[in-house]
């Protein structure tokens, strides 16, 4: 099973920017479609964003409307996710998933706390 480790989280004001990393182990990460979701206290688990095997295909949730990134860096075994402008409706805890098929999201990190103040 693959193991998935974020980092990058933490306090920062509105407006703000932030960059998460998801560092994979194994040496397989290529196969792998992969993602990043949020929950914010008292809701369900979003989709926020995700990028195909090669990393020349993304996609990102309506709500981002433009302010994140979404890369990843086979070689180094690593996806990222670059926030910008952030507001404090972003605050959430923030996990990054994989799907080794195309079909499901199956791995799963432990997530990391991003808070926005205003």
């Known amino acids: 099973q693959v193991q998935l480790v974020e980092s990058g989280g933490g306090l920062v004001q509105a407006g703000g920017s932030l960059r998460l990393s998801c560092a994979a182990s194994?040496?397989?990460?290529?196969?792998?479609?992969m993602g990043w979701f949020r929950q914010a206290p008292g809701k369900e688990r979003e989709f926020v964003a995700s990028?195909?095997?090669?990393?020349?295909?993304?996609s990102y949730a309506d709500t981002i409307e433009g302010r994140f990134t979404i890369s990843r860096d086979n070689a180094k075994n690593t996806v990222y996710l670059h926030m910008n402008i952030l507001r404090p409706e972003d605050t959430a805890v923030y996990y990054c998933?994989?799907?080794?098929?195309?079909?499901?999201?199956?791995?799963w990190g432990q997530g990391t706390q991003v808070t926005v103040s205003s």
């Open positions: 998933a994989a799907d080794p098929i195309g079909s499901r999201w199956v791995h």
């Open positions: 194994g040496r397989t990460f290529s196969m792998y479609i």
């Open positions: 990028i195909n095997r090669s990393g020349g295909g993304t």
